[in-house]
């Protein structure tokens, strides 16, 4: 499916600092097609995560125009914006972001409630959620009470109550140990498949390259490459076999 679900044109974001102007996103331009897993990549300070808050509308760029399934975002009234936020888009972050008081369920079931259902109908659907992600034991335990690894389950639940075209996820393995990390992207690539949900992902994590269908290299506020996993591969088989041919 060739379906635009994302479209940034000539994005930037410049902060002032003192006298200089520093360009945390300089001219960015992407398109992301809908049920593609992106993954964004780059060091610290590249403007990865500058490019994911635009995409998110959580913050507003300096120039250039952010399109959400054609959608200019920029035009929205901050009603709107919301709007469009609770229900077209999952957030996931490094730091999880659960209400510390709430139980699992809760804090999936409430961005249903600010969507309009009702507490039946979304207890129902966090509950499916939960049990999805792995976590049908765990309903009522709050934060404090799960690992890492859990609470990242149910920030992906949430993520996905209110049947978003889009998951942006921030970091979501930053706070894991690796065995969980990978448990994540896995799990999150699953729901990408089954769900036909859009991943746009920024992260450092290497494991990531492995489940995406795009790795968006950032660079100095900048795209500076794009390559599919298909490129990957046969970059990886370009550099075994001149292994081979060396060893020869």
């Not at 968006?216 to 490459?225: F, L, P, Q």
Request: charged residues 25%; aromatic residues 4%.
């Amino acid at each position: 499916m060739n379906e635009l679900v994302v479209r940034t044109r000539d994005l930037s974001k410049h902060y002032s600092l003192g006298d200089s102007v520093v360009k945390a996103l300089d001219g960015v331009t992407l398109d992301v097609r809908r049920t593609e897993y992106v993954s964004i990549m780059g060091p610290s300070g590249s403007g990865k995560s500058t490019l994911f808050n635009m995409i998110g509308g959580l913050d507003a760029p300096t120039s250039g125009s952010v399109y959400i399934n054609e959608v200019d975002i920029a035009q929205l009234t901050p009603n709107e914006l919301a709007y469009l936020r609770n229900r077209t888009i999952g957030y996931i972050f490094q730091t999880f972001n659960l209400i510390q008081v709430r139980t699992a369920l809760e804090n999936v079931t409430l961005p249903m409630l600010f969507a309009g259902l009702s507490p039946e109908e979304a207890d129902e659907r966090a509950i499916a959620l939960l049990e999805r992600v792995g976590l049908g034991d765990r309903l009522h335990h709050r934060p404090h009470e799960l690992s890492g690894g859990q609470q990242q389950r149910v920030a992906i639940a949430r993520s996905l109550a209110n049947n978003p075209a889009i998951v942006l996820a921030d970091e979501p393995t930053g706070n894991l140990d690796l065995k969980t990390g990978k448990e994540i992207i896995d799990l999150m690539k699953r729901l990408n498949q089954e769900q036909g949900v859009t991943v746009i992902s920024a992260t450092h994590d290497l494991k990531m390259v492995d489940v995406s269908d795009r790795i968006v290299y950032v660079r100095d506020g900048r795209i500076a490459n794009i390559e599919t996993r298909s490129d990957l591969r046969l970059a990886v088989g370009e550099v075994v076999g001149l292994s081979d041919d060396l060893q020869a």
